[in-house]
């Protein structure tokens, strides 16, 4: 067995989620930087603020709007997320988050559900426009990028982190290199551990952020909170955002199809709950 | 006589760089788990197990391991 190498570490709270950061061959100095990064794009990124950068691009009512590079490349992984998903990853959701109660951080509680009137989401093409520096959104509706960034961004900590690193965003993460002791990064994935290299790895669930009867993760053909029989997905896939597509897509199919699906696209797959063979 | 030292020296030649490329190309993968395109990793397979209240199955691209996690995925 090949020498363990020192594995430098960071931890923090951000996204309104634990993260960790971890890197071979790397300074503190520079897991802190990557921490700096992940701040930042929350500010931009966050529905919670009125200011923040999407907040203004929901605000825009179909104008063009200024964004930054950062920004851009969401959006753009939100459109490619759509089409890997056949529609089943909609970013476009924000109209069914404020119905069920989720308008703020669920930390401040969530509000009074108003689900009369909730169908199914637009599709995100039709919602969402993205050109060099701007993009703009149709007049009421708004988006919510949840998942696909965090996904997304794990994927970028990496690429700047070093080629021996792991980016963990709330869950969904990002392991290139061949980890500490050679043999790929271990990582909890369905209770075992499996060794991650050049790979990602995420988890949608419909047992956290939940409230009552409701929860965050709305199926796209009905824009309510989905319930197809699986409760919890965890998929690892050939990077973090693509992770995260295959888990929401998989979830949303529910028990008879994901296994089938899963099959076709990711590289190993948890699938829990009560109706899952 | 110089006609054998030039097919010597030609064969040692081409034995050399045929070894030396084996040796570069296997040293400088890019990525030892890349799947074959298309996207379709998994022929069904992989290795299930019953794991907490699911099942979990394992393609031939991943490897499990004996070592502590140093992290997981999680709901969140």
């Given amino acids: 067995m090949p020498p363990e190498s020192a594995v430098e570490s960071h931890h923090f709270e951000a996204l309104g989620t634990d993260c960790s950061l971890f ?12 921490e700096f990064w992940v701040r930042r794009l929350g500010v931009l990124l966050t529905r919670f603020t ?17 964004i930054g590079p950062d920004m851009e490349s969401v959006l ?37 559900a108003a689900l009369d009137g909730v169908g199914p989401l637009p599709p995100l093409p039709d919602v969402l426009e993205v050109r060099d520096g701007g993009a703009r959104v149709a007049v009421g509706t708004g988006i919510d990028l949840g998942g696909v960034a965090k ?23 990002m392991a290139v290199g061949d980890g500490p002791r050679g043999e790929g990064w271990p990582v909890g994935v369905g209770g075992v551990t499996l060794s991650l290299r050049n790979q990602g790895a995420a988890t949608s669930s419909v047992r956290k952020r939940r409230w009552g009867e409701l929860h965050h993760l ?17 998929i690892v896939a050939s990077s973090g955002f693509e992770a995260e597509v295959i888990a929401k897509s998989a979830l949303l199919l529910g028990p008879d199809i994901a296994p089938i699906y899963c099959a076709a696209h990711a590289m190993a797959w948890w699938l829990g709950g009560a109706h899952v063979r | 006589m110089r006609l054998l030292l030039i097919k010597a020296v030609a064969t040692a030649l081409t034995i050399g ?5 084996a040796v570069f190309v296997t040293a400088h993968l890019k990525n030892p788990a890349a799947p074959l395109q298309p996207a379709v990793l998994n022929t069904g397979n992989g290795t299930s197990t019953t794991s907490m209240d699911g099942t979990l199955t394992v393609g031939p691209s991943v ?5 502590a996690p140093i992290t997981s995925t999680y709901a969140s």
């Fill in chain 1, 23 to 34: 890197a071979v061959g790397q300074t503190r100095g520079r897991l802190v930087e990557g």
């Fill in chain 1, 50 to 66: 009125s200011d923040s950068e999407l907040s203004r691009l929901n605000a825009s009512a179909a104008r063009w709007t200024d």
């Fill in chain 1, 76 to 112: 753009r992984a939100a459109l490619r997320a759509y089409e890997m998903s056949g529609g089943l990853v909609n970013v476009a959701v924000l109209s069914s988050m404020l119905a069920v109660g989720y308008t703020r951080p669920l930390a401040d509680g969530p509000a009074v």
């Fill in chain 1, 151 to 173: 996904g997304w961004m794990a994927d970028r900590l990496c690429e700047a982190l070093g080629p021996n690193s792991l980016a963990n965003l709330g869950g969904d993460l």
């Fill in chain 1, 218 to 234: 709305i199926d796209p053909r009905t824009g309510l909170p989905a319930r197809t029989g699986i409760e919890e997905v965890s």
């Fill in chain 2, 17 to 21: 760089a045929t070894t030396a490329s």
């Fill in chain 2, 63 to 67: 490897q499990p391991s004996n070592a």
